[in-house]
């Protein structure tokens, strides 16, 4: 059974920081990718930043210059650093891992998001 959690949410002013954690655990033969994703209300999920087994990184656009996406190894939490946030960054942030189990290749597992509210 696998799980992943995120933390570190919570409410912040424009131009404040937070750092999102994502831990994942249960029987896990190998993590290749791992993501966040966000949602605000009334929107669609959104894709906010990657990094592979090999430490490469992607972002949106929209985050580009303020987040940070790392880990410590792909048995250890991944982390999203939020720097110079924004009111439109307000959302629930979702951890997601493309990871192989004893019965799956690289199948998406997602966490149940963690909320980010930044005011004004």
């Known amino acids: 059974q696998v799980q992943l959690v995120e933390s570190g949410g919570g409410l912040v002013q424009a131009g404040g920081s937070l750092r999102l954690s994502c831990a994942a655990s249960?029987?896990?033969?190998?993590?290749?990718?791992m993501n966040w994703y966000r949602q605000a209300p009334g929107k669609q999920r959104e894709w906010v930043a990657t990094?592979?087994?090999?430490?490469?990184?992607d972002y949106a656009d929209s985050v580009k210059g303020r987040f940070t996406i790392s880990r410590d190894n792909p048995k250890r939490p991944m982390f999203l650093q939020m720097n110079s946030l924004k009111p439109e960054d307000t959302a629930v942030y979702y951890c997601?891992?493309?990871?192989?189990?004893?019965?799956?290749?690289?199948?998406?597992?997602w966490g149940q998001g963690t909320q980010v509210t930044v005011s004004s």
């Open positions: 249960g029987n896990i033969f190998s993590i290749n990718n």
């Open positions: 997601n891992a493309e990871l192989s189990t004893s019965t799956t290749f690289q199948y998406h597992y």
């Open positions: 990094i592979t087994s090999g430490g490469s990184t």
